[in-house]
């Protein structure tokens, strides 16, 4: 199986770019997300409104690039709760939220807006 690729924000913060400027090049129409998650879709129920707001709430590195995949895992994390997800469906549940970087693994790799960034060295010049 292939080695998952890595995210340009972290290739950026380990300076892999230096040691190889055509790996950013080849990168360079990558789509970035430029707002928040945002408000439930208007075909949710209560239920799945709440639950939107409830993991939208965890997932403060949540982005409207996201929102799909959120939608998907609200949808089957009302079915788990309501006890109507068959253990196939759990395991959907559990990659989908996996995803989203609410497992402790998966929280480790996310690249949160702001966090993460080293502080200014102010001896860069001279390297």
Do not use: H
Request: include cysteine.
């Amino acid at each position: 199986m292939a080695r998952p690729r890595k995210p340009t924000a972290a290739l950026e913060l380990k300076g892999a770019f230096k040691k190889d400027p055509q790996r950013k090049t080849a990168r360079k129409g990558e789509p970035k997300p430029d707002g928040k998650i945002g408000v439930a879709p208007d075909a949710f129920d209560a239920a799945e409104v709440a639950l939107w707001n409830e993991l939208a709430g965890y997932g403060f590195w949540l982005t409207d690039c996201d929102r799909l995949m959120l939608e998907i895992a609200v949808k089957l994390m009302v079915m788990f709760r309501k006890n109507t997800l068959d253990g196939g469906g759990i395991s959907k549940l559990i990659a989908a939220l996996a995803k989203l970087g609410f497992s402790p693994t998966d929280r480790s790799k996310v690249q949160a807006p702001g966090d993460k960034e080293p502080p200014a060295d102010p001896f860069a010049a001279f390297k």
